[in-house]
Every structure is written in structure tokens, then in C-alpha cells.
């Protein structure tokens, strides 16, 4: 059994809260479209993640589902574009795009990422906005790769 949690709290996952090196996961698609949900939040605060994923979707290098593109926004704070879903979701009939092993994928990179700048893990619910996940199964993925080895993450749910 772990020693940490989760931790949830209200708030803005783009102002991350505590000390130290942070690091924002968020799950992007793997055809370069970035202009809805999450993303907006991060291309109003800083450029770079949007920039740096449509670079990478055109260069064409590693640009798959359960890749990672880490990103430094500040001094202390880095976003993580993990792609973790195909495509986009067009019509709500249409099956959700989210890939939960290419989230798990994505998660193993981070994990890597945050020991080795002992950085601790911010993100909104990945996967369960736009990419329509399950949040219980996002949930046991982060325990089982990034609670299991210690690393605090804090989920934030946008203020009502």
C-alpha cells in the first residue's frame, strides 16, 4: 500500500500550490489540435506548451499516443503534453478518444521526470474532460504508477 495519496483541492491547476520544482500534466490528442478544454487554460498563461506541442506534431519525431513533451514554463514550473487520447471527439456519439494505456504510457515518463527534478505532480482530472475517461480508472493509474513511488500529486477541480 502506498504511503501517499492523492491529494485534491480547489483551485487552478496553472498556479500550482507548495515548494519547489512542479510539474503540469495534461493529456493532449496525437493529431496536433490544441484550442479546447485544458489547453486554453495554459496557452492563456504561457505560450511555450502550445508552441512546443504544434512544433513537435509537425516534426512528426515521437509524436505518438504515450509520448511526452516536457515543456519549462518558469524557473520552477514545467508542463507535461502527454498524448493520451486519438483524435477528437466530434459528435457525443462518437466513442471517446482517450487511450488509458497511453495515459499509463505517459505516467511512467513522468514519473521518470519528477524523481530525477524532484519535482512534485500538478494536473486537472487527465482524460476525463474533452477525452471523455472514466476518472476512476485515470485514478488507479496514478496510484499504481506515481503514488506507488512516493510522488505527491495534487488534482485540482476548477472552482464552481
Keep these: 500500500m502506498p504511503s501517499s495519496e492523492i491529494f485534491y483541492m480547489t483551485g487552478d491547476a496553472t498556479a500550482p500550490v507548495g515548494e519547489g520544482k512542479k510539474l503540469i500534466v495534461h493529456v493532449c490528442n496525437d493529431i496536433g489540435a490544441w484550442g479546447a478544454g485544458f489547453v486554453l487554460a495554459l496557452s492563456k498563461r504561457w505560450k511555450e506548451p502550445e508552441k512546443s506541442y504544434k512544433d513537435w506534431s509537425k516534426s512528426g519525431s515521437d509524436f505518438e499516443l504515450g509520448k511526452v ?92
Design 69 to 160: 513533451q516536457f515543456v519549462q514554463v518558469e524557473e520552477s514550473i514545467f508542463v507535461a503534453n502527454v498524448i493520451g487520447q486519438t483524435g477528437i471527439r466530434r459528435r457525443k456519439t462518437d466513442p471517446p478518444p482517450v487511450r488509458y494505456s497511453a495515459i499509463e504510457s505517459g505516467l511512467v515518463e513522468v514519473a521518470d521526470f519528477t524523481k530525477s527534478n524532484m519535482a512534485s505532480v500538478h494536473m486537472p482530472r487527465i482524460g476525463c474532460g474533452l477525452a471523455g475517461g472514466d476518472w476512476t480508472k485515470v485514478e488507479e493509474i496514478i496510484d499504481r504508477v506515481l503514488i506507488a513511488q512516493n510522488i505527491h500529486v495534487i488534482v485540482y477541480d476548477p472552482p464552481k
